[in-house]
């Protein structure tokens, strides 16, 4: 078998696991959605090994959804870090087996510390699951690992089932992309979210144009501010715009007699405007659904700056 063959076999392999799994999905699930939703402290992830790296994934994928929480490796909870642990906190505990003794050292504290334990296993059958107040099934027909030995269709299985959770909830929490920008202020999403037309638009040396100017001007303006664009200004007020498109079309159409051409000959006098005020994500969306790639920015009707996608 070549290697091409083999990769397809394995995603085969892991898209039946998954659809197995998603069989299965109940009111178990639904059961942990109510508790975590519910809690008013965090909710703790904890694994080892491969189930403990999927774990901090789904714990970061919580906290940045608006769940609270975090990882806790097991063998770092049993030296004191359990002291971290608040009554009030939900512990999610995941070990395929089931019988992870480094997880299941940990279960009489959490019973006795009051806190609801939400299992994901593959073993509804294993101390784990038997002892979890709610047990989350990951089981799977088989391994993509033609041993059945490395951890493959399981884990892929553990991570979609964090993704599952973090979905719903987010659904059932209404998070918004303000919510989620709040969580992401660093990232590109967040900056675009949270940052306004006016923090980015560009207004120093705007290319602009009187509405009399000579083809020529036009075009030395439009080429020397590399925007693609030129203001057109008539007494000093800034009423239109000349685009690279607008020039194209105006020599093609008049060919020739192009150099007789003045800038109130080719500009739009009806440009598209922002204010400053809206948001940069509104700012893209509105280019978007123009297919423009800039838009005059105004304030108070007035305009300022150009910003471009």
């Not at 989350?136 to 964090?162: H, N, Y």
């Not at 150099?259 to 809206?278: G, M, N, R, Y």
């Amino acid at each position: 078998m070549n290697v091409i063959e083999i990769a397809k076999q394995v995603i085969q392999t892991e898209i039946q696991g998954l659809d197995y799994m998603s069989s299965r999905i109940g009111a178990e699930f639904e059961r942990a959605i109510d508790v975590i939703l519910s809690t008013h402290g965090r909710t703790i992830i904890c694994g080892m090994g491969k189930s403990g790296i999927i774990g901090k994934k789904i714990a970061a994928s919580f906290a940045s959804t608006g769940t609270p929480s975090f990882f806790m490796h097991p063998g770092e909870a049993f030296h004191g870090d359990l002291g971290m642990v608040k009554p009030e906190d939900v512990f999610i505990a995941i070990s395929n087996s089931g019988e992870t003794d480094e997880v299941l050292k940990l279960l009489p504290f959490l019973r006795d510390n009051g806190n609801y334990i939400i299992a994901i296993t593959g073993k509804s059958d294993s101390t784990l699951a038997k002892y979890a107040h709610c047990n989350l099934d990951i089981a799977v027909p088989k391994e993509a690992c033609p041993l059945q030995l490395a951890p493959t269709t399981s884990t892929t299985a553990t991570l979609v089932l964090g993704d599952a959770l973090t979905v719903a909830l987010m659904d059932k929490r209404d998070f918004q992309p303000e919510s989620f920008a709040r969580f992401h202020p660093g990232g590109n999403l967040g900056r675009r979210l949270l940052s306004k037309v006016r923090d980015e638009m560009i207004t120093v040396s705007l290319p602009i144009v009187d509405i009399n100017d000579s083809l020529v001007n036009v075009i030395n303006t439009i080429s020397s501010g590399k925007l693609g664009l030129s203001l057109v200004s008539e007494n000093n007020v800034i009423n239109g715009v000349i685009t690279d498109g607008d020039l194209r079309r105006a020599i093609e159409t008049n060919m020739r007699n192009s150099f007789d051409l003045q800038a109130k000959d080719i500009a739009s006098f009806s440009p598209i405007t922002i204010d400053e005020s809206v948001s940069l994500v509104t700012s893209d969306e509105l280019m978007d659904r123009l297919s423009v790639t800039s838009l005059l920015v105004t304030k108070n009707n007035n305009v300022i700056g150009i910003i471009k996608k």
